[in-house]
């Protein structure tokens, strides 16, 4: 079910709120960022544990932060790396629109359909009891497809666009999950920043 206008959308769930830009940095400004972060981004591709099986996790990741605290998601302990002027930019910018002060970034490159996410909330310790998640789409639109623990008839979805950003507050980490598919289609490379607040544990 798609919920979502070509503007800015606040969408008042159980348990969440959702606001979604689609426009929010314009083309130009939008393709640069993408290819600077594709050529620059020290990317990594960590091992993930599923069910005693060890795989190569399906996208590449990096971490940055203002602090050195590091971050621990699904046995995956992340070092940070210093902010470039380009990260403090974009994260100007949406500390700006979120009204919210951002500490870190993690960074997702999908390379292509083969690469995803399984369902997961952001509800780490480091991020506090109701994180504020900043979520910046560049490159290949993918859909990200969201659920309710509990109440199973609130189950959405929202095809994230290039200069896209996506802000998730209130419980929603509590009570939802979120993922991104795999798709068979031939589909180019999507880059998702996500900005978080990180607190030490």
């Given at each position: 079910?798609?919920?979502?206008?070509?503007?800015?959308?606040?969408?008042?769930?159980?348990?969440?709120?959702?606001?979604y830009i689609?426009?929010?940095i314009i083309?130009?400004?939008?393709?640069?960022?993408?290819e600077y972060l594709k050529s620059n981004i020290d990317w990594q591709q960590d091992n993930i544990t599923i069910f005693d099986k060890t795989y190569k996790q399906p996208r590449l990741t990096a971490f940055?932060?203002?602090?050195?605290?590091?971050?621990?998601?699904?046995?995956?302990?992340?070092?940070?790396k210093a902010f470039t002027a380009e990260l403090l930019e974009m994260k100007h910018d949406i500390e700006e629109e979120a009204l919210h002060k951002f500490t870190s970034i993690l960074i997702n490159l999908y390379r292509d359909g083969n690469d995803s996410i399984g369902w997961h909330a952001d509800n780490e310790k480091e991020l506090g009891k109701n994180p504020v998640i900043a979520s910046l789409s560049l490159g290949e639109a993918r859909p990200f497809h969201f659920k309710h623990r509990n109440l199973k008839e609130e189950r959405?979805?929202?095809?994230?666009?290039h200069g896209s950003l996506?802000?998730?507050?209130?419980?929603?980490?509590?009570?939802?999950?979120h993922q991104i598919v795999k798709t068979k289609k031939a589909i180019g490379e999507r880059i998702n920043l996500t900005f978080r607040s990180l607190h030490t544990i």
């Open positions: 079910m798609d919920l979502f206008s070509e503007e800015k959308t606040i969408l008042q769930l159980p348990d969440a709120e959702l606001i689609p426009n929010f083309q130009q400004k939008a393709n640069h960022y993408f940055y932060s203002e602090n050195k605290a590091s971050y621990s998601y699904s046995n995956i302990k992340m070092y940070p959405y979805k929202i095809v994230l666009e996506l802000l998730m507050k209130g419980a929603m980490q509590h009570h939802w999950l």
